[in-house]
């Protein structure tokens, strides 16, 4: 898989169940950061990891980093039908270049 | 809450055409640069842009694109001749100052449609 691959491609849940996502990744990283998307709608940052980082908690979000795996999850607990969008993790790597790699993104889908 | 602006959010062109996308970062930050989304694909890197030149760009950032930091606000991105393969979502970001580990703030785009 290409850097920052997630999956699955989409997913479709139940308002207040939970929907979990992952991102592959194959280089080394200064720091993982996960984007919300609304249909053609802008980027909204929602969190980043830092590669010393294991565990991080914002609101509803949990994200986890597992350098050793070169992976990632984000986890959205109790959702809600507004958090329908496309979900992306970007990786900066860790070769002094700022630019962000992104992957194809999860479409997400909350049934209310 | 400070954000990126851009402007135009729509913009229709014909083939050939020069086209300039317009962003104003974060009004304290250092880093700018700009992305782009063709409808249905990843988020793609085109080109970072510090203390009045570019950082860095990548492979789809030739000779027919080019920015530019007109004023102390703007920052634009310029189409010289237009294609029917630019048509994409156009982002601006913006980070405090472009280091290892930073959040970039992304505007909420423009969205360029080539005929």
């Known amino acids: 898989s290409q850097q920052g691959e997630e999956d699955p491609q989409a997913l479709s849940i139940q308002e207040g169940e939970n929907a979990t996502m992952n991102c592959s990744y194959k280089?080394?990283?200064?720091?993982l950061q996960w984007y919300r998307q609304n249909s053609g709608r802008g980027l909204v940052h929602l969190i980043l990891?830092?590669?010393?980082?294991r565990e991080k908690h914002s609101g509803r979000l949990r994200v986890t980093l597992d350098t050793s795996k070169k992976s990632s999850s984000l986890l959205i607990t109790a959702s809600r039908a507004a958090d329908t969008a496309s979900y992306f993790c970007a990786t900066d790597p860790d070769t002094g270049r700022r630019a962000l790699t992104f992957g194809s993104g999860t479409r997400l889908q909350v049934q209310p | 809450e400070p954000e990126v602006t851009q402007t135009p959010s729509h913009q229709v062109t014909q083939m050939g055409q020069e086209v300039i996308l317009r962003c104003v970062p974060i009004s304290n930050h250092l880093y700018f640069y700009w992305y782009r989304q063709i409808l249905g694909q990843k988020v793609e890197f085109l080109v970072s842009f510090y203390n009045n030149e570019i950082s860095e760009k990548s492979e789809i950032f030739d000779d027919q694109f080019s920015v530019e930091r007109p004023d102390g606000s703007n920052f634009t991105l310029k189409i010289r001749s237009t294609k029917l393969e630019d048509s994409a979502m156009y982002f601006c970001?913006?980070?405090?100052?472009?280091?290892?580990?930073?959040?970039?703030?992304f505007g909420p785009g423009t969205r360029l449609l080539v005929l």
């Open positions: 970001a913006s980070s405090p100052r472009g280091g290892a580990g930073e959040t970039q703030y």
């Open positions: 990891i830092r590669s010393n980082e």
């Open positions: 280089t080394s990283i200064n720091n």
